[in-house]
């Protein structure tokens, strides 16, 4: 039986290089579809455009209007179709609005998967037994925010007191992730991942809307099945807006996805 992702991320083509997505209201957060969702539906669309290059290397979106859940479509054109790595275009609109625009390139993980060469380290983060679960949230911020029934976050209990009113004032935001049925990463569902944390600010200012201006995100890895460790930071909040890194490590300890993002601080 196919994932709760897979089934609200799945397209069907309708020719000339158009898909047709219906946008899940589970993946909402304070009305809006979720940015890392609409890259989950995009880059499933670019994948089935691409059957002998699976895997997003890169990708880019800027994000040009609030999606609502419905029905959308998506606008795959190949740019540049090569022998390792093909690079695409794709546009996600609903009745005629666009919402996001993406350049990306796909290829094949596996090609190179072996080669590893980095001196990145793990961040630190507390036994699973020891974070507080998302489940834990008050019933205000999951009623604003049904996508987080969607995971089983458990998140580093230094950096959730945004949930009582107490934020850390530390720009950074930390968890144990994992889909909601138990299914395993892949590198189109680590797209989602890349966004599905609240904004780093909430530890800044408390709650609210920040909406995404633009996010890049590179995929390095396959990832081992298990629980994922999502780590957010910001360094630089001015002019009214904050950067959001995130990276993403697997089981096994591999660094296997990371982004950043520009986004505007937070609407209240």
């Not at 699973?128 to 925010?145: H, K, Y």
């Not at 009113?165 to 991942?193: C, H, I, N, Y």
């Amino acid at each position: 039986m196919p994932s709760v992702f897979d089934k609200t991320t799945a397209v069907t083509p309708e020719g000339d290089g158009r898909y047709a997505a219906e946008l899940d209201p589970g993946w909402q957060v304070g009305g809006a579809v979720n940015g890392g969702y609409l890259l989950g539906v995009v880059g499933n669309a670019i994948r089935a455009a691409l059957p002998d290059k699976p895997d997003p290397l890169v990708l880019s979106a800027y994000f040009l209007s609030a999606a609502t859940p419905g029905p959308a479509t998506v606008d795959v054109d190949v740019r540049r179709s090569g022998g390792s790595t093909s690079t695409v275009a794709a546009n996600l609109c609903q009745d005629g609005h666009g919402r996001i625009t993406v350049l990306a390139t796909y290829g094949d993980l596996e090609r190179h998967g072996h080669d590893v060469r980095t001196t990145a380290r793990p961040f630190d983060l507390p036994p699973l037994e020891d974070c507080v679960p998302s489940s834990m949230a008050p019933e205000e911020i999951r009623r604003i925010a049904p996508l987080m029934g969607r995971f089983d976050m458990r998140f580093h209990p230094d950096q959730v007191g945004w949930a009582v009113g107490k934020p850390s004032g530390q720009a950074v935001m930390s968890a144990w992730f994992k889909l909601e049925d138990g299914r395993e990463p892949d590198p189109l569902s680590l797209l989602m991942v890349l966004d599905a944390l609240p904004p780093v600010t909430f530890n800044i200012a408390g709650p609210g809307w920040a909406p995404t201006l633009e996010l890049t995100a590179h995929v390095r890895a396959r990832p081992a099945p298990g629980w994922l460790r999502v780590r957010h930071e910001s360094r630089n909040v001015a002019g009214g807006m904050f950067e959001e890194d995130c990276e993403v490590w697997d089981s096994a300890g591999r660094l296997v996805a990371q982004s950043r993002q520009l986004a505007l601080l937070p609407r209240v």
